[in-house]
């Protein structure tokens, strides 16, 4: 895409559209993956393209859940990957638990490229100083998160064909999954397995906002870093979490914003 001039009103939410964009040319990304960032794209919109208090709040039971897991996973799928993977793969660090690349449209081509993706950015992220608030040994701590999926040995039962593949030693094994962009059917599965699933959906209406353990009602790179920073605090234990006001605080929000 063309340069996004700093005047844009609207340049960072343009910036992820780029990176989408530029990363499907890669062959990171399936040709679907557009369609589902414009999906969220223009819930953002709708939410007034900002973090809202409530999603604050499902961030901050996020990374309390997180915490207190005794085998968390991150699982990405490819728009996360390019969207958000520094932030992640800082929080696996913080956390000391792997990231599992996880893709609807499972080709041996398209993972390589992903895993490879991420491990260039922990080379890089290796190199950085401590986040602000952490204190331990960066580089070794994020070169420790290891990065699952390549190797598809587990399955989640309840599903069937390629969406059932998973890692042994990531989903098949975690109590506690962050799944960021997830589909409502894994989500139910994975529900119906006993596990806690924390997602990241824009639209409060799907069927995987509404299956969720915790949902946060923000963008994918937002909310990332906010995560961060409150896994860093670590100042909170789970509550007792009630999933349908933070849907229903962002419905009220989306019918304001559409007042006109």
Known sequence: ???????????????????????????????????????????????????????????????????????????????????????????????????????????????????????????????EDNPKGWNGEWSSAVMSVNILGKVGDGRIEGLEGPRSICSAEGIERADVILVPLEDGDRCEALINLGKQVLVVDLNPLSRTAKMATVTIVDEISRAAELLLEYTIKNNQKPTKWNNNDVLNESLEIIASNADI
């Open 1 to 127: 895409m063309a340069n996004i001039p700093d005047s844009h009103p609207r340049k960072a939410s343009l910036l992820p559209t780029s990176r989408i964009v530029d990363a499907t040319k890669d062959g990171l990304l399936a040709d679907s993956a557009m369609i589902a960032h414009g999906r969220g794209e223009a819930f953002d919109y709708l939410l007034g393209e900002k973090t809202t208090d409530s999603a604050k709040l499902a961030i901050k039971e996020v990374a309390a859940r997180l915490i207190a897991a005794k085998n968390p996973v991150i699982s990405v799928n490819g728009n996360t990957v390019v969207l958000a993977g520094k932030a992640l793969i800082r929080v696996a660090a913080i956390l000391n638990c792997p990231i599992e690349v996880n893709i609807y449209y499972r080709t041996d081509e398209r993972m390589s490229k992903l895993n490879s993706f991420l491990e260039n950015q922990k080379e890089l992220l290796s190199q």
